[in-house]
Nanobody, 128 residues
């Protein structure tokens, strides 16, 4: 599976962005998908994940502000980011994995362990 992210950019505090991740090489319907972010000299952090059945898990830092959705017909997942803050500034990466459990607790564990087999190249989000 190849993943290509888009939608990053620069935005003012309180603004919104919608990131997209388009997959190719396989249909993503059976994959669990995730979004991660990373700033220099820090570990990559799991932001949000979505199971094949649409159930989601979010990092505490983004709950209530970010929303992850998937459109299997378009082979795309979206991360809607609202009320962006300077601490959201990072490179954002899309990820996919074929091992899914339709269990939100296990999805959260996958996010914390970065346990995804396929990764995109990232899209930069800057909030000032």
């Amino acid at each position: 599976v190849q993943l290509v992210e888009s939608g990053g950019g620069s935005v003012q505090t309180g603004g919104s962005l919608r990131l997209s991740c388009v997959a190719s090489g396989d249909t993503i319907g059976r994959y669990c998908m995730g979004w991660f972010r990373q700033i220099p000299d820090k570990e990559r952090e799991g932001v949000a994940g979505i199971e094949s059945d649409g159930s989601t898990s979010y990092a505490d830092s983004v709950k209530g502000r970010f929303a992850l959705s998937r459109d299997n017909a378009k082979n795309t997942v979206y991360l809607q980011m609202n009320d962006l803050q300077p601490e959201d500034t990072a490179m954002y990466y899309c990820a996919a994995d074929a091992t899914c459990y339709t269990d939100v607790a296990k999805l959260a564990l996958k996010l914390s362990r970065r346990d995804f087999g396929y990764w995109g190249q990232g899209t930069q989000v800057t909030v000032s």
